[in-house]
């Protein structure tokens, strides 16, 4: 199966128009995994976007990386829905990295064949061909739901400045990581407070709570 360039705008409407850093491999492990209940509800922000997160189900277990069977009570389904409509369903694991918490979001669900975005119900999932990741850091969960956002043209000039800062190639100009997730974490860690990485701050608002 070919990893397409759509690949890597997953959620690039929904993280202000810009590309996050996409990864082959997951943020998340056995012994990093954590739940905070006070994330579960629905956040939105102005145009009227919205991030629903709710306990995964039993059926999602075929959708969690290796080593997080039986773990599902710590994942959460994460219903996207854009402000013209459009949706996407996702997990998400809620990472402890240190003193730090981050998001690893990857698709509930792979599209199949060649779908158009314009003719699913779920058109942000079309934007995956393979059950790749993305991370987020999560700095505050209160009132508001306050997180960073990587943006792939500055992870280009943190790359450029540091070649073996973390493995990755490029898939038609766009970087997908190709690190292990040890690796993945190392990175992450080092850099949890590096706007060259997290270069994108959004706010939420909470909407609802479960």
Not at 152 to 170: C, G, H, R, V, Y
């Amino acid at each position: 199966m070919k990893t397409k360039k759509v690949l890597f705008y997953f959620l690039a409407a929904l993280l202000c128009g810009c590309v996050p850093v996409v990864s082959l491999h997951p943020l998340v492990s056995p012994d990093t995994l954590v739940f905070d209940q006070h994330l579960l509800g629905v956040w939105a922000d102005e145009p009227e976007t919205a991030w629903a997160f709710e306990r995964a189900t039993p059926a999602d277990t075929d959708a969690l990386p290796d080593g997080l069977d039986g773990a599902g009570d710590k994942v959460y389904r994460l219903d996207f829905r854009d402000e013209e409509g459009r949706k996407g369903a996702f997990l998400a694991c809620l990472v402890k990295l240190g003193d730090n918490l981050f998001l690893d979001v990857f698709p509930r669900t792979l599209p199949s064949g060649d779908q158009e975005a314009e003719k699913t119900d779920l058109p942000y999932n079309t934007l995956f061909f393979v059950r790749a990741h993305t991370f987020i850091r999560v700095n505050e969960i209160s009132n508001q739901l306050k997180m960073r956002l990587t943006d792939d043209e500055a992870f280009k000039q943190l790359i450029e400045a540091e070649p073996n800062a973390i493995e990755s190639t490029s898939v038609d100009g766009n970087p997908l990581v190709t690190a292990s997730t040890k690796a993945l974490q190392a990175f992450v860690s080092k850099h949890a407070d590096d706007e060259q990485l997290f270069a994108n701050e959004i706010v939420l608002t909470r909407k609802s709570q479960n």
